[in-house]
Structures are given as structure tokens and as C-alpha cells.
């Protein structure tokens, strides 16, 4: 009894560690994904690689933990998961991160909690409080900081525009997989989700790149961007996942979420350090808004907590 009291009294402190180290490994990917793709692979061969490496991981890994059994109707829900949770949240980040600076990329995707809310907004009916409202425009503006300094400098190492767009895109995407595959994906462990989610992505993605992954990787490419790659598969995809179940499993959603803080703290150290980005005195400013933007954003009641709160005044 005394060794599981012990492992339940250091819950909290695994599931903190477990989210720093998946977002830190996210936000290490951007600068060491940035590098593949800049000496050897492109975006297209890197989201072949992700989706077929998480299919190929997550169902090895489905072999060795309980089996849940999955019906017809929800294997054929995960298609449209997989869409826009990963085909469409995947090809654009990753082939944004190939034009844009990894430092622009890892704060853009801080912005994912403020496109949530809108869309819960829209879709869940979810009230939008003024505190919510400022949050969005304060997120809104560092997100126009970010592409008006990528639109007047057009570097890969400042930020490109195009780059910028396709990785407000991607948090997009996975907001809408969010709002509108989140019964499902509640109804089964990370392991079910996954496997059949990037299943389903490899089975959409594959065939359309098959051919130009062949001809990409028959040329020439050094073995540091293969294991780049590797990272960005194997921590950066299937360990980050893995991790973030196990924080979720004990803290709050609005703890989980000021861990996504960690990426561009991460990125920016190391896309600096090794010069793959310039950090510009507008990034700073962005970063700001951006961070503020979504503290408020997650910080303000939900439709729940508010129904919560009349009930409490009714019977007080």
C-alpha cells in the first residue's frame, strides 16, 4: 500500500513534467524540423514521414495496451478527424514551417486556444465574454505583428508570409477537429485515437506523395537531416502525445494550456543560438500580445462554470 500511496502523492508533479517535456520536445521540433527541410527534405516528404511514423508507432504500440473495441460508424468518424486533426493541421504547419522562420511558427501556434474559443462560440454556442472578446483582439494584433514583419522582410529567418498564414491555418484546423470530433475522441484512450487517426491520414496522404517522397529521398541527403526527421517522428509526434495524455489525466485544462508557452520559449532560444532565426524587437512585442490574448482567452468562464454560478445564486 506505502509504494502506491507513494506513486499517487507524485501524480501532480509527473503530470507537470510530463507536459513541459512534450511541449519543449514540440517547440525543439520547430528550429530541427526548419533544418531538415532546409538541407535535404521539403515540407511534403516530412508530413509522409510524420503520418506514416505515427500509423507504423502507434499501432505497434496498440499491440501491448488494452484493446477497445471500435465500431464501423466511429472508424469512419475518425476519416474526418484525421482531416483536419492531422492531414490538414500537419501539411500546412509543416509546409509553413518550411517557408517561414521556426521562431514565427512556434508563436503562431500558441494562437490554437483562440481559434477553440471561437469556434466553441459558433459551434458549442459557448458564451463570448468581454474578457474573452479582448483576449481575441489582443491575439488577433500579435498575430498581424507577426505576418506585416514577415510580408516587409520575406527571409525565411525573419518570416515569410505565406509560412506565417499556412501555420494560422494548421491551429485552425485543429481547432475545428476540436470542436467537432471532441465526443469522439473522449470516448477512447490515446492509443485507439491515434492509431486510427493516422492510419486514416496515411491512407490520404501517402498515394498523393508517394512519387515525390521516392524522388526526394533518392537524392543525396545528409544523415543529421534523417535524424532530424527521426525527432521530429519519434519525440515530436509519438512521445509528445504520449506525454500529453498522461498531464491530461491530472491537470486542468487551462494548466495544460499555458504549457503551450514553453514552445516558442524553446524555439526561440534554440533558433537564435544556432542562427536558423532573428529574433526582431516586433516578435518580442507579437509574443505579448499573443500570450496575453490567450491567458485571457483561457482564463475566462466557460458556458459551464456560468450555469454553475446561477445555480449557486438560486440556492443561496
Request: charged letters at 10%; one cysteine or more; hydrophobic letters at 50%.
Amino acid at each position: 500500500m506505502q509504494p502506491q500511496m507513494k506513486i499517487k502523492g507524485n501524480q501532480p508533479l509527473i503530470a507537470h513534467l510530463s507536459m513541459f517535456a512534450a511541449c519543449a520536445f514540440w517547440g525543439l521540433m520547430a528550429p530541427v524540423g526548419k533544418d531538415a527541410m532546409t538541407h535535404g527534405l521539403d515540407g511534403l516528404t516530412m508530413v509522409s514521414l510524420r503520418v506514416l511514423g505515427g500509423c507504423l508507432l502507434f499501432w505497434l504500440t496498440s499491440l501491448f495496451v488494452k484493446k477497445e473495441h471500435v465500431p464501423l460508424r466511429d472508424k469512419l468518424l475518425f476519416i474526418g478527424a484525421a482531416v483536419f486533426g492531422l492531414v490538414t493541421n500537419q501539411c500546412c504547419y509543416t509546409i509553413g514551417l518550411s517557408l517561414t522562420s521556426p521562431i514565427n511558427a512556434s508563436i503562431v501556434t500558441t494562437s490554437m486556444p483562440i481559434f477553440a474559443m471561437l469556434l466553441a462560440a459558433l459551434i458549442l454556442k459557448e458564451p463570448i465574454t468581454g474578457k474573452k472578446a479582448i483576449g481575441v483582439l489582443m491575439g488577433c494584433s500579435g498575430a498581424l505583428m507577426l505576418i506585416l514583419t514577415s510580408a516587409a522582410h520575406a527571409t525565411d529567418k525573419v518570416g515569410d508570409i505565406r509560412g506565417d498564414l499556412l501555420c494560422l491555418g494548421a491551429q485552425f484546423s485543429f481547432a475545428l477537429y476540436l470542436s467537432l470530433f471532441n465526443p469522439l475522441i473522449r470516448r477512447y484512450s490515446v492509443f485507439t485515437v491515434n492509431k486510427w487517426m493516422f492510419l486514416w491520414a496515411s491512407v490520404l496522404v501517402i498515394p498523393f506523395t508517394a512519387g515525390h517522397v521516392q524522388q526526394v529521398v533518392s537524392q543525396p541527403i545528409p544523415m543529421q537531416s534523417w535524424l532530424e526527421a527521426g525527432y521530429v517522428v519519434f519525440f515530436g509526434t509519438y512521445i509528445s502525445y504520449i506525454l500529453t495524455m498522461i498531464g491530461q489525466k491530472t491537470l486542468r485544462p487551462t494548466v495544460v494550456s499555458v504549457y503551450n508557452y514553453v514552445q516558442p520559449v524553446v524555439a526561440v532560444i534554440v533558433s537564435v543560438l544556432t542562427g536558423i532565426g532573428v529574433l526582431k524587437p516586433t516578435h518580442a512585442l507579437a509574443v505579448v500580445f499573443v500570450f496575453g490574448g490567450v491567458w485571457l482567452v483561457t482564463k475566462s468562464r466557460s458556458r459551464a462554470d456560468m450555469e454553475r454560478q446561477r445555480r449557486s445564486d438560486a440556492t443561496s
